[in-house]
């Protein structure tokens, strides 16, 4: 019974979640200490688990077919009751952000709305792709309200980049393993677009990472801490190499890439926060292996 649950919640990917959350909160400003980040994690939890229960519902018939072993075709969940649940969470993870946490009601609600319209429409329409992109920028954004103090700067400059290349890493992965799943020849331009996105935090951290006041420090007085941060591009674009490799296998193997990718996103979220503390961002990267072993339990996708 509780297994059901966590398989409808896809529960193997919720840290990515909470590493979102956070990354979108220091981003904007927050405080780790700050208790409102608390419930900015609950609602994000919420919100993710009831999007995930109620795919699941919306694909019901589509299942029945085609993977009778998900819970609701094989009768472990009722579907009712699976529709009650996704609904109630999304419910309260709206109200927690918003009269909880302090957090735009506009931008929460469009979160909302995303997750709805991916889960009715990415089956029948190949563009949905961006929507999940787009949940995961607007899930990024979400914190970033309550911590500005008035500040003259646009709320949302200082994680809207970051929240971007996100969700460009979103858009790519799942392009890429939809064409390898076709296994028909796809145009060398919209497969460079997809890796292009796929690669997009990397490119982004690097930019950041090797600005002319970064390297002041580097050029002058031979100090090469600024530098650090440049271990995690690495890391990220092992990930993203060894994911790509292991998908042009085709078959069971990109299901396996694309689990390698999704457990990838804590260090797309550490590439981010790693601008304001390296500790912080190594943090993020031990989950990545942990995710994978998670997975074995539950499965990402």
Request: aromatic share 10%.
């Given at each position: 019974m509780?297994?059901a649950?966590?398989?409808?919640?896809?529960i193997s990917?919720?840290?990515?979640v909470?590493?979102?959350?956070t990354?979108g909160?220091?981003?904007a400003?927050?405080?780790l200490q700050?208790p409102i980040l608390?419930w900015?994690?609950?609602a994000?939890?919420?919100?993710?688990?009831?999007?995930?229960?109620?795919?699941?519902?919306?694909?019901?018939k589509f299942?029945?077919?085609?993977?009778?072993?998900?819970?609701i075709?094989?009768?472990?969940t009722?579907?009712?009751?699976a529709?009650l649940v996704?609904?109630?969470?999304?419910?309260?993870g709206?109200?927690?952000a918003v009269?909880?946490?302090?957090?735009?009601?506009?931008i929460?609600?469009?979160?909302?709305?995303?997750?709805?319209?991916?889960?009715?429409?990415?089956?029948?329409w190949?563009?949905?792709?961006w929507?999940m992109g787009a949940?995961?920028v607007l899930?990024?954004l979400?914190p970033?309200?309550?911590?500005?103090t008035?500040?003259?700067i646009p709320?949302?400059?200082?994680?809207?980049?970051?929240?971007?290349a996100?969700?460009?890493?979103?858009?790519?992965?799942?392009?890429?393993?939809?064409?390898e799943?076709?296994?028909?020849?796809?145009?060398?331009w919209r497969s460079?677009?997809?890796?292009?996105?796929?690669?997009?935090?990397?490119i982004?951290?690097?930019?950041?990472l090797?600005?002319?006041?970064?390297?002041?420090?580097?050029?002058?007085?031979?100090?090469?801490?600024?530098?650090?941060?440049l271990i995690?591009?690495?890391?990220?674009?092992?990930i993203v190499a060894?994911?790509s490799?292991?998908?042009?296998?085709?078959?069971?193997?990109?299901?396996r890439?694309?689990?390698?990718?999704l457990?990838?996103?804590?260090?797309v979220?550490?590439?981010?926060?790693?601008?304001?503390?390296?500790?912080l961002a190594?943090?993020?990267?031990i989950?990545?292996?942990?995710?994978?072993?998670?997975?074995?339990?539950?499965a990402?996708?």
């Open positions: 509780i297994r649950w966590l398989e409808l919640a896809r990917n919720l840290p990515t909470w590493t979102n959350v990354a909160w220091l981003l400003g927050g405080s700050n608390g900015m994690l609950v994000g939890s919420l919100l993710y688990s009831g999007g995930m229960i109620l795919n699941d519902a919306a694909d019901a299942d029945a077919e085609h993977r009778k072993e998900r819970p075709p094989s009768g472990r009722a579907l009712t009751t529709w996704g609904l109630s969470m999304l419910i309260s709206w109200c927690v009269l909880l946490g302090g957090a735009c009601w506009g929460t609600s469009a979160l909302v709305g995303c997750i709805l319209f991916y889960d009715f429409y990415h089956k029948p190949t563009g949905a792709v929507i949940c995961r899930l990024y979400m970033g309200m309550p911590c500005q008035g500040a003259c709320w949302w400059l200082p994680i809207g980049l970051p929240a971007l996100l969700g460009a890493y979103i858009v790519g992965l799942t392009m890429i393993a939809r064409m799943a076709k296994g028909s020849p796809v145009s060398f460079g677009f997809a890796r292009l996105l796929l690669w997009m935090p990397g982004l951290a690097a930019l950041m090797f600005d002319g006041q970064r390297l002041r420090p580097v050029m002058i007085l031979a100090d090469f801490g600024p530098l650090l941060p995690l591009i690495f890391l990220f674009a092992a060894t994911a490799r292991i998908m042009k296998q085709g078959g069971p193997s990109i299901g890439a694309v689990g390698i990718l457990a990838g996103i804590p260090v979220d550490a590439l981010a926060v790693s601008q304001i503390s390296l500790p190594l943090g993020f990267v989950l990545a292996p942990l995710l994978r072993l998670w997975q074995r339990w539950i990402a996708t």
